[in-house]
Every structure is written in structure tokens, then in C-alpha cells.
């Protein structure tokens, strides 16, 4: 009985917290700092999370420390993590593009009207008729695309990083060793060494809802020390197709057990409540 009487105001005050987290959660404007030098984000995190999945507007310089900057049309594509406001570019791990192979052209555009963001979420339409949204678990982003047509591909590209400084006549780039590999049909894993304000070692997995039908390396620079693959899809009839991205600091076997343990589904809108509610 006095376990009872301690329990049910125990779990009614849970109840109301979350009540209000989520109802708070709507005057959150994550745009705020993105403009200028603010150096923050838009994307989606967790409270001291591993991961921050978002747009990367370009890859070095004062304005872009956090990968995106809010004037910016353009886009390289969305990496899955960063600093945000501190003013130090570091990070920008596994950038993944979608593309219509149809409006090949476009592909790094995207209408600056359409973007949103609030807690636990981020999304824009790309000018190729993409539309993408972004949400994650503490060591999981989930990417979620959303195809015109059932042709489409995803440009995956582990060279990719953000940096301070950029010097086109250094060839030396943010990854100095990688050992990435195609898996199946539908994963790619490895691990990826980069040297800029510190040295550091992820390990990662990705892996799509549904399977690729073919993939191509794309040649990169000379100096490059990490690969870039264009998938290529033919979609159900939804024509969505969703990606998780696990990291890891330990290990792909680490990585692969983050997935499992955090997202084992592939539900985008649970996976934004708990985002939200967190």
C-alpha cells in the first residue's frame, strides 16, 4: 500500500512533464543563431547526443562552422553530425545527397521556403522535387526521401567534413585513412580517420528500407582517402525510402549494436515523438 501512495504521484508528475515538454516544445525556433555568425543549426538532436543530422550548406570557412548557413540556396547534402554555435568547424560525418536522376541539374538546390524545423525535426524540398526530413535517436540519425518518380539515388560520400580552414592548393583533405565497404544490397559500413582541430576515428553504418539495384564509385580527387558511392533505386509504389546512420566511437560491430538498440524500426513519426518528449 505504501509503495502504491509513493508510485502514483511518482508516475502522474512523468505524465505532466511530458505533457508539458511536447507542449513547450512548439515555441522552440531552432532557426534562431543560423543567420550570419551565429554558428548553430537547424536539425534535429538529443539532449548530449552522439548524432545531429542536417544540411550542410558548404564545408569550411567562418560562416558555415556549423555546416549551414541560413542565407544559403545551395546545398552539399546532409552529414550527421557538427557543433552547433561554437564557431569551430569540426565533424560533417557521412554526407548523403538523394537525387532525382531526372533533374540531375538541381540536385544541390532546394526552394528556401520550404524548409522547417522544430524540435526533433528538419525538412526542405530540393528543387530536383525531392523532399526530405531529418530526425534521430541519441547515436542514430533517420533520413526519410521522398521521390517524384520510382527512379532515384543517394550520393554517399565519407570524404566529406567540415573544416576551419581551406587551401586549394593543399591536397590534403579532413579523412587521412577509411576502410569503407558495401555490405549487401542495402548497408554500407566502415570507418573513417580525419585530422583537423582533433584527430579522431568514427565508425558508422547505414542502411536504406530498401535494397539498391546497382552502385558506382565516384572518382573523387587524387589526395581522397575515403569513397563516395552513387546508389541508384527503383522504388515501390510509395517511391519513399528511408536511412539510418548509426556511429560509433568503439567499433562497426558498436555501431551496428547503436542501431539495433535504438532504432530497430524504421517509424519516423515515433521516432520524432521521442525526440520531442526527450
Known amino acids: 500500500m505504501e509503495l ?33 555568425t551565429g554558428h548553430t543549426f537547424p536539425g534535429p ?16 570557412g567562418w560562416n558555415h562552422t556549423s555546416g549551414y548557413q541560413y542565407k544559403d540556396t545551395l546545398l552539399l547534402g546532409f ?21 532525382n536522376p531526372k533533374k540531375e541539374k538541381l540536385k544541390n ?10 524540435v526533433g525535426y528538419y525538412a526542405l524540398r530540393k528543387k530536383d522535387e525531392v523532399f526530405v526530413e531529418l530526425t534521430c535517436t ?15 539515388q543517394v550520393l554517399v560520400d565519407t570524404q566529406h567534413g567540415l573544416r576551419f580552414v581551406f587551401d586549394e592548393n593543399n591536397p590534403k583533405g579532413l579523412v587521412v585513412e577509411s ?21 579522431r ?8 528500407s530498401q535494397a539498391f539495384k546497382s552502385s558506382t564509385k565516384v572518382i ?7 569513397p563516395k558511392f552513387l546508389l541508384d533505386f527503383q522504388l515501390e509504389n510509395q517511391r519513399e525510402l528511408l536511412v539510418k546512420i548509426a556511429l560509433s566511437s568503439v567499433s562497426v560491430s558498436n555501431a551496428k549494436e547503436n542501431m539495433q538498440a535504438e532504432l530497430p524500426h524504421w517509424n519516423f513519426k515515433e521516432v520524432r515523438k521521442a525526440n520531442v518528449a526527450a
Open 220 to 226: 573523387g580527387k587524387i589526395s581522397d582517402k575515403a
Open 79 to 99: 552529414s550527421q553530425t557538427r557543433f552547433s554555435g561554437t564557431g569551430i568547424n569540426e565533424m560533417g560525418d557521412v554526407l548523403l545527397l538523394p537525387i
Open 45 to 60: 538532436s538529443m539532449p548530449f547526443g552522439m548524432v545531429q543530422p542536417g544540411p550542410d550548406n558548404k564545408d569550411y
Open 109 to 118: 538546390a532546394y526552394f528556401k521556403k520550404t524548409e522547417k524545423a522544430a
Open 201 to 208: 576515428k568514427y565508425f558508422f553504418i547505414l542502411t536504406f
Open 4 to 36: 502504491k501512495k509513493c508510485f502514483l504521484p511518482l508516475l502522474c508528475l512523468l505524465v505532466t512533464q511530458l505533457a508539458l515538454s511536447q507542449k513547450n516544445s512548439k515555441h522552440v525556433d531552432p532557426f534562431i543563431g543560423t543567420d550570419g
Open 138 to 152: 541519441d547515436r542514430v540519425a533517420l533520413h526519410k526521401y521522398r521521390f517524384p518518380e520510382k527512379e532515384a
Open 179 to 199: 576502410d569503407v565497404r558495401i555490405e549487401n544490397d542495402s548497408t554500407i559500413s566502415g570507418y573513417c580517420s580525419t585530422q583537423n582541430w582533433v584527430n
